[in-house]
């Protein structure tokens, strides 16, 4: 009986071998394995979510590009509002004008000196004042015209009513702007 129980000590020392050995290999070179492949599906699935944001990002960027001739005109107009010279000789001929079509007169015209913007370094403010005569529909008028219709970039700063709806008289502080000092010097 001895003999039998010495192999089943061989035997059942043989399986707790295999066990640990196979614990072993488990261990030291299975679960390292399956952690690595788990980081590297993690980092797949992360890769995946930035091509799709990217894909969303370059669609968005296909679709600005269809639009670019659409910016580059409104960007025209902007820089048309913003000349890089004051012409002084010219913003008075689109007032004549803007004045005839609402009929009525401007009877005086102020320009100060441009002035710098604080917080922006080449755009310039030019004061201007005048007096505009007409009924007060007309006066009205006017003042829309200089704010919508005309091209130019002005911000009316002031406006002064007097007189009857037949007879009104407004005196309107606005400033014109423009973006290059030296071309925004008004000539005397």
Same mark, same amino acid.
């Given at each position: ?9 061989? +035997? ?8 640990? *050995? ?45 639009? +670019?001739?659409?910016?580059?005109? %409104? ?12 012409? +002084?000789?010219?913003?008075? $001929?689109? +007032? ?7 009929? #009525? ?11 710098? *913007? ?9 004061? *201007? ?9 007309? #006066?009205?008028?006017?003042?829309? $015209?200089? %704010?919508?219709?005309?091209? $130019? ?18 005196? *309107? ?5 423009? $973006? ?9």
């Amino acid at each position: 009986m001895g003999a039998q129980q010495s192999n089943r000590l061989w +035997l059942l020392g043989g399986v707790v071998a295999m066990v640990v *050995i196979v614990a072993a290999t488990f261990l030291l070179a299975i679960k390292p394995i399956y952690a690595e492949k788990s980081d590297l599906q993690s980092q797949a699935d992360d890769q995946d979510l930035q091509l799709v944001e990217l894909r969303h990002d370059l669609n968005d960027l296909k679709a600005k590009d269809a639009k +670019l001739d659409t910016y580059k005109a %409104q960007l025209t107009t902007k820089t048309a509002a913003l000349p890089k010279k004051y012409d +002084l000789a010219g913003y008075l $001929r689109l +007032l004549q004008t803007s004045e005839s079509a609402v009929t #009525v007169s401007v009877d005086s015209v102020g320009i100060s000196a441009p002035a710098k *913007i604080k917080g922006l370094s080449t755009v310039y403010s030019v004061p *201007i004042t005048l007096n505009a005569k007409g009924t007060a529909v007309n #006066v009205s008028k006017v003042l829309k $015209r200089l %704010q919508t219709v005309q091209s $130019r970039a002005v911000l009316i700063t002031s406006v002064s009513v007097s007189g009857t709806d037949s007879d009104a008289s407004a005196d *309107i502080v606005l400033s014109a702007f423009c $973006r290059n000092s030296d071309g925004c010097k008004v000539a005397s």
